[in-house]
């Protein structure tokens, strides 16, 4: 039996200030009591209205995140719960509605138009909430990119996507001027934190202090684009994927029926805007559920991530598996928590094994609720309801909205408990709207009515899904994405190495490592040094997050007679596996 109400739910707090001044109507939510009934009747268009679409069939995401809350009797409630490393800040939905207006007007006077990309560099404060829906209001496309990027992460990003305007920081503008040259469609940097700026930069604090709070939001046609992210595949640079308004239906439902909000919840996404869970459920899902949201700029740590769930007295707290598992690690240091105020806790990302399900019964006497979507998806499509019975790592059912299905190689599907592709029917509203620039990768994404999540999957005689792995060489490390190539581009760079091959290693805290075989060049010897250069070289480069750990120096490299790496045959090689057939390699 599934249902969402649970008694669980009771146990959720209120902070004083979040208190509403008079509380709406509370929309009924689908009846998921029959989760048959349900799955079959549900229609996503009769959700459109819970959105806010205007009478000629158009919305702006922000302005259903954010903007008809600003009008309704949560205007004072607080939005945004900001905690920094040594002060913190608190929006209500009035007030990110007025800075968000000033921002969308200072991308106005500068000229902005409809679909231009405008891309974001910043950590977790509060002007990145505040710029991503400014933009969003203007008509444009928001960027987002995570922190940790280096000049090549971001060149690949600002130059594929023809970004006309960055808003970053004093801090991390420098990694972009190391690559402004080669970049000839951005227009102007803005800097959030400096009023004394070059000729080309425009000073955030300057700008927003002279521009109007008020903004006439751009009204949008269901499918125009939003945001976009970049995402690795298994061959070339990361694909900009584009998500448009209509997304945000599904982001609000899931949120709603998955993470379980209610208005009373203060709720935690540890998932940072650069990646698709910080934007689909760290800004415009809980946003449109009028939900008080808790945002920590900070690095992991045990202590203060207990901290902030105990000072906010978070109620539904989102994260991934190898955040518990670090926690796990961290052993007893919740007991010196209060962390009572938790009554619902969800992970995406990666597998959600058995063994830390049964961890969280022991340190926060609930269950972790896992579920499976990916950047291209845009928002939850299998998961566990907040009171379905967990089936320790299995990822759930499809939500209501979503056929899901395995398949074979050719489409067809195939029995309960066999193994194959896990696919969709691409019918869902936060299903990408395009690959930026590059429509022959959108299409491989497609056979025979289906859209091809790259995973492999069995499903069960009840309907639950197991995750098995990826298809193809992707790498999942700590729940982020990495794509091998490039890992192997950027270490091929380095001068000791000729040629590389990564792959994905089995680790029990992340998940996988990165794993590089390396070919020396002549005259360069493996060595510690040579290791920790090389490593800091890809961190500073490409990202800070996607470095390979683990090193192998080899002579040769496994290759097809076209030369292409086989990744398997390493793969097989480190693990011990039949390397399966080699008649296409050299
Ligand atoms: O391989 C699957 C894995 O993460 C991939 C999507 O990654 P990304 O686009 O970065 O989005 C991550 C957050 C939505 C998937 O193709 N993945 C995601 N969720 C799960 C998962 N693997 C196992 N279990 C999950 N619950």
């Known amino acids: ?77 607080v939005a945004l719960y900001w905690q920094g490393a040594d002060r913190n800040e608190k929006y209500t939905f009035l007030e990110l509605s007025h800075l968000s207006n000033r921002f969308a007007n200072v991308l106005t006077e ?137 997304a945000i239906v599904q982001q609000h439902l899931t949120t709603e029926w998955v993470l379980d909000l209610h208005d009373d919840d203060i709720y935690w996404c540890t998932a940072d805007p650069g990646w698709v869970t910080g934007v689909s459920y760290g800004i415009l899902g809980p946003f449109s559920c009028g939900a008080s949201v808790v945002v920590h700029d900070g690095r992991f740590d045990p202590d203060v991530w207990y901290s902030i769930i105990e000072q906010y007295r978070v109620t539904v707290w989102y994260s991934a598996p190898t955040a518990f598992r670090m926690l796990m690690r961290a052993g007893d240091v919740y007991k010196n928590h209060d962390l ?18 049964h961890w969280g019964m022991r340190a926060f006497k609930l269950p972790i609720h896992d579920n499976f979507w990916q950047t291209e998806t845009g928002g939850i499509l299998i998961a566990n309801y907040p009171s379905m019975p967990i089936k320790p790592g299995w990822m759930g059912k ?55 999540t790259g995973d492999r999957a069995v499903q069960h005689e009840d309907g639950y899904f197991l995750f098995v792995g990826r298809a193809d060489d992707v790498i999942n490390t700590s729940g982020e994405r990495v794509g091998p190539f490039e890992v192997e581009s950027a270490l091929i760079e380095h001068p000791a190495i000729v040629e590389a091959g990564v792959i994905g290693k089995p680790d029990p805290l992340r998940g996988e490592i990165i794993k590089a075989f390396v070919v020396l060049s002549d005259g360069y010897e493996a060595s510690d040094d040579l ?30 007679r076209s030369g292409k790496i086989v990744r398997r045959m390493l793969r097989a090689k480190e693990l011990g596996l039949p390397v399966g057939d080699v008649s296409t390699l050299e």
């Not at 009572?340 to 399900?357: D, K, M, T």
């Not at 899901?404 to 990408?432: H, R, T, W, Y």
């Open 1 to 77: 039996m599934i249902t969402t109400d649970t008694p669980l739910q009771k146990q959720g707090r209120i902070i004083v200030e979040n208190i509403i001044e008079k509380p709406e109507t509370i929309v009924p939510r689908p009846n998921l009591q029959d989760y048959d009934e349900t799955y079959r009747t549900f229609e996503w268009t009769s959700a459109y209205d819970r959105v806010e679409w205007n009478d000629c069939g158009r919305l702006n995401a922000a302005e259903s995140a954010v903007d008809r809350h600003a009008r309704s009797s949560r205007k004072h409630k």
């Open 110 to 246: 500068l000229g902005i138009e409809k679909r231009d990309r405008v891309f974001i560099f910043l950590p977790r404060i509060p002007e990145l909430y505040v710029s991503f829906l400014g933009i969003l209001k203007t008509g444009a496309v928001a960027g987002t990119m995570f922190s940790a990027f280096g000049p090549e992460g971001l060149y690949d990003r600002l130059h594929d996507s023809g970004a006309r305007y960055l808003i970053t920081n004093s801090a991390l503008k420098g990694r972009v001027y190391e690559i402004r040259d080669n970049l000839p469609d951005l227009e102007r940097i803005i800097v959030v934190d400096e009023t004394d700026v070059a000729e080309d930069e425009v000073s955030y604090p300057e700008a927003m202090k002279k521009a109007s709070e008020t903004f006439d939001v751009a009204e949008m046609l269901p499918d125009d684009p939003a945001f976009m992210l970049y995402t690795s595949g298994t061959t070339g640079k990361p694909k900009g994927v584009v998500h448009r308004h209509l």
């Open 340 to 357: 009572r105020s938790l009554r619902h806790i969800c992970s995406v990302g990666e597998p959600l094994n058995a063994e830390i399900v």
């Open 398 to 452: 499809s939500i209501p909205g979503i056929t899901a299905a395995i398949v074979d190689d050719d489409g067809n599907e195939v029995s309960p408990g066999v193994e194959g592709n896990l696919a969709l029917k691409p019918d869902f509203p936060s299903l990408m709207l395009e690959i930026w620039k590059n429509p022959a990768k959108y299409q491989e994404y497609f056979m025979g009515g289906w859209y091809l």
């Open 531 to 560: 290791e920790s250069d090389v490593r800091r070289f890809v961190k500073t480069r490409l990202a800070g997050h996607a470095y390979p750990r683990e090193f192998e120096v080899v002579e040769t490299l496994p290759k097809t």
